[in-house]
């Protein structure tokens, strides 16, 4: 289902509607972090455009800006503390029926979002589902790598049933091809987005780059944002301070590793800055003079477009998503994950060349402004729609072929849907008859 980012009109208008959606999401705010960053901006553009939302999520925030948020209570993560698993429930279903949605977007969905899948059955809307977290890859961090096969097997099991699969990246949709999820409905691409007027080279100050320099601001400065967790795999910038002594690092964030990270980095150069966020994390970006994120499992890495749109240029590793965001020596540096020292050699010339620096950054810069929010989003209505649009298209013809006596993997098959599509659809024309 390729759609443009223009509007998508069909036979019943629906391109002129406003929507009913219910997003159900396994991680939102207070919490913060790229998923939360994306779905932040996409409500606010949605609401924007007039459509009606209700989202579900860990039990946090009662709504976000006239959004009314839904909190589901849940259970800390013994290896991961900083992570809620809301657990579904079956007053969820009457919940989301007393919403009447025309359609339901569960965000990553891994425990909460369950109830997106049998909500989306028996109310009979479509299902939309979107992958953001790499969570088979991360199983190996925390020494459950045996169960990684078994992870995928339980996500082909349950992304296969939804109307529209999405990923943040080529690579991951490479990825989720290549593990048999897509299998009737194609994954697509949901491209990515970033504040461009939050995020600019004018947010750097003296005050921060004395801040995360601790008192040094003339000398160089290499940071890092994001979670502070194991798999982010932070503590391979240690060999960049060994080889470059005079560098200063800053980490912007936190997470269950900060104890682990702070006895790793003693010794160095190394500042722990904690989470900031609004005109602070945009500042802290503008005033560095390069970030590295040292990760081999991001989806598509949002952190790295912020760094750009700072004027920071950025050295990752060219593994997941980051090749979707970063062109290696024109908006950035690209490493060969399995030789993290080779990013030594990036950061070097991009410290201590000025030039150099002076031409990655714009060039990072112009890259970024092409990234708005506002086309992300109307990128993801235009997706609705299609969906909507399809369901009412493919009703009438899984009657006409069930009239046919076709069987219903010949109509699944002819039709590219799945069988939780092709039984929800079925069920509908039924009740209509009765």
Known sequence: MQVSSQCVLDETGEASRVLRIAIVTETFLPKIDG??????????????????????????????????????????????RDLTAAVPHPGLRAFLRTFQPDLIHAVNPAILGLSAFFASASLKVPLVVSYHTHLPKYLHYYGMGGLEELMWWGMRQGYNRADLLLATSQAMQTELTAHGIGRTVPVQL??????????????????????????????????YVGRLSVEKEIEHCRMVLEALPDVRFALVGDGPYRQNLEQHFAGTRTHFAGFLKGEELAAAYASADAFMLPSRTETLGLVLLEAMASGCPVVTPRAGGTSDIVQDGVTGHLYDPDNPSSAVDAIKRL??????????????????????????TRQLEDYY???????????????AYSGADSSAAEICETLKISRATYRRLRNAQTLKRV
């Open 351 to 376: 410290l201590f060349d000025a030039d150099y620096h002076a031409t990655i950054s714009r060039q990072a810069r112009a890259d970024a402004e092409r990234w708005g929010w506002g086309a992300a």
């Open 190 to 223: 949901w491209q990515r987005g970033v504040d461009t007027e939050m995020f600019h080279p004018s947010r750097k100050t003296a005050a921060m780059r004395d801040r995360l320099t601790q008192g040094h601001p003339d000398e160089k400065l290499l940071i």
């Open 35 to 80: 998923i939360v960053t994306r779905l932040c901006h996409t409500l606010r553009h949605l609401r924007r455009s007039g459509h009606t939302i209700q989202v579900i999520a860990p039990r946090g925030i009662d709504q976000f800006e006239g959004i009314p948020v839904h909190g589901v209570p849940g259970f800390k993560f013994p290896f991961y």
């Open 385 to 399: 729609r299609e969906v909507i649009g399809r369901e009412n298209r493919l009703a009438q013809q899984i009657a």
